[in-house]
Structures are given as C-alpha cells and as structure tokens.
C-alpha cells in the first residue's frame, strides 16, 4: 500500500499569532537553497538577506532572526519570502527546520532561545 505524505504547512507549524500585520515581514532569502516551511532563519548583516540560521557563522546569521512561514524555492537566485519576523506568537517545536550545523540539544535551545527573545515561543504542541 502507497503511503502518501503531506508536506508541512503554515498551520503545523505557527500555532498562534496576535496580528499577522504586526508579526510578519516580506524579506529576501539568499540563493543556493529550498527553504522549507518552518525554516529557522537568521539575517546576515552584510546585505540584510536571510538564510538558515547557522551555529559557528560570524556574518549575522549565526542568530536566530525569524522562521519562514511558507516554503520558497531558492536554488538559483535570491527569492522573496513571508516571515514571523516577531510576536507575540506560539510555533510548534516539532515543525521548525534548523540548519545541519544546528546540531545537538544545546545548539536547538540557543535557537530556541534567541527565538524566545524575539517574542517567537517555540513549543511542544499537536
């Protein structure tokens, strides 16, 4: 039996926001990836583009800045997109996409954290 899957949507993963007209910016997402929905982004301070928000990077980036709320393709050239730039606003833990360097418990806390910090709770929910 074929088993079929959807993908994530913005409803898995952003399960509270006061006013999308408060929390959500159009910003631009560098080049050379498929962002998917959930995406946690941090903004490189050289350009003001975002990508996914790395640990170790020293251009910005390395801080969690926003997560994407709809997937966006972006392999060959700079794409706009939809972000939770602030809150207050509730995201599902088990729905946000982190870097490969992003990596351990410690390092998804950090992210959780900076997350936090920007009014973006991330939480254990359906």
Not at 10 to 35: C, H, Q, S, W
Request: proline share 4%; net charge neutral.
């Amino acid at each position: 039996m074929t088993v079929l899957r959807q993908p994530t949507t913005m409803g898995d993963m952003l399960k509270y926001e006061l006013n999308p007209n408060f929390t959500r910016e159009t910003i631009t997402l560098l080049a050379g990836a498929v962002y998917p929905v959930g995406a946690v982004l941090g903004k490189i301070t050289a350009s003001g583009k975002y990508k996914l928000a790395t640990s170790g990077a020293t251009d910005g980036a390395q801080t969690a800045a926003a997560v994407l709320l709809y997937a966006v393709e972006a392999a060959e050239a700079d794409a706009t997109a939809i972000i939770l730039a602030r809150g207050p606003a509730i995201v599902s833990k088990a729905a946000l996409v982190f870097d490969a360097t992003v990596d351990d418990a410690a390092k998804t806390a950090t992210k959780h954290g900076q997350l936090t910090a920007l009014g973006i709770i991330p939480r254990d929910t359906a």
